[in-house]
């Protein structure tokens, strides 16, 4: 198979952590397209994901484990232990958990800085108070699994963190790392400090962020040189009139003043959902485009359910990758992948199955891959994945029943948001929306599927969206802007 060992790369290396960050002017091609990737699935989390699914009971499952095979060989696993009510989220655009540190400095823009969020800057899908990861030797075959990294993570009563660390098995040129994060009143991330231990915690690098109207415009990173901070690097945001991010740029630093590095573009649907993605490079030879995606969407599933996957090469088509999803009842059952060189010429293409729980959480994905010359599908799955959950008590504002199919958009909000309400049918529903100190602001019934909610009246900040049908409630977070 002509993808076979770039996907073993891929499902080892999908959330392994660089233990310096690695910024874009040290970065090959293959490392900023990884880069794009990120960034893309980062936005579309930001806007698309849907609520964690929870039962009446206030009972709700969190991960506890996950693992990787490639038939019988493990390739990797990680474990992960909660305090509390937190818990975690399965990430249905990329069919999958995230559990990278969104602030590790090893791609340029992530979508917790864009603003995006109703107040969740810094919190990452996988709310663990550790995680221990093992992996095995990719060059290696049927090598066993090795201890690789163990994790830390400190949460505010926000739950953004505000320290992580990760402490990685002593080999040259490893360090052990950690981030210390601040936040403002609306819990925006402020500053993210980077540090490497070495007889003491040492700070390596400083990220600022600047808002503006509550939506971040700029971050900037330095670098300690000596005794003295230096400049390598910054983003700049640019958002349409619907506080969606339309462009990103980012620059580095050469001494004297800032190059122009990489942009990206983004476009949207009439819902204001992510719809096409544009990453850009600045080369040798002048702008060329490295990625382009575009997203499509089957209302009334939040996540997109086709996906065109477009590679070039010096600035020319390459190859590309078209996703399709088969939803039954809200989750993806089937997954097909199919690839094409620039001639549109068939390469290669896969399937995976994905099983669910009473929670509706995956319990495996299983990927298939098409046989060109017997012109079957394999019979055995090449890849496998699998998710072990554990039950806790969710906080009463986090649990949904009937009223769990709720989306809100766009969020952030300026003058007007859209409530989708696909449970309502003939039931008993309404709105109400409380202020950041628990003041009821506004309140209006649910008479249809897909309403819109006027909140040109109210003052910019971070409300509380209560949305009951039929005696059962459900709780989303709006940040309006203005």
Known sequence: ????????????????????????????????????????????????????????????????????????????????????SMGSKFNFNAMAYNTDYELDGAYPLYFQMLGLTSGQNDRPEVQADTMKTWYSDLFTPLSPLAKTEDRISLYNAASNITSLIDLYVDTPNVWNTRYLNTFNNQEAITTSVYQEYNNGWDSIEFRTFIYSNNKLVADSTSQHNGPIWEPIEKNVYQ????????????????????DPAETYTMSYDASNRLSVYIDSTNGISGWET????????????????????????????????????????????????????ATATYIDKNFTKFFYDSYNQPVTGAQYYYNDTTSQWQQASMYTWHYYYETYTLDVSDVGTAAENVLLYPNPAKNMFTLTCNSIGDKNGYIEIYNSIGRLVKSLPITARKIDVDTETLPAGIYICKVTVDGQSSYRKLMLVR
């Open 1 to 84: 198979m002509r993808n076979t060992i770039f996907l073993l790369l891929i499902a080892v290396t999908f959330n392994v952590s660089t233990a310096r960050p690695l910024h874009y002017k040290n970065m090959n091609v293959a490392q900023r397209k990884a880069a794009a990737n990120r960034f893309r699935e980062n936005l579309l989390r930001a806007t698309t994901v849907p609520a964690l699914q929870a039962k009446s009971t206030q009972l709700a499952e969190r991960l506890v484990a996950q693992s990787a095979y490639m038939g019988t060989w493990a390739l990797d696993s990680m474990q992960f232990k909660y305090h509390g």
């Open 239 to 258: 958002y349409n009139a619907n506080g969606a991010l339309i462009k990103a740029t980012s620059y580095t630093y050469n001494g004297t003043g800032w």
């Open 290 to 341: 490295l990625q382009r995606d575009s997203m499509g969407y089957t209302n009334p599933n939040p996540f997109y359910t086709f996906y065109r996957d477009e590679q070039y090469s010096n600035g020319l088509l390459s190859e590309y990758t078209i996703s399709t999803k088969h939803v039954t009842g809200g989750l993806v059952d089937t997954l097909l992948e199919t690839s094409y060189d």
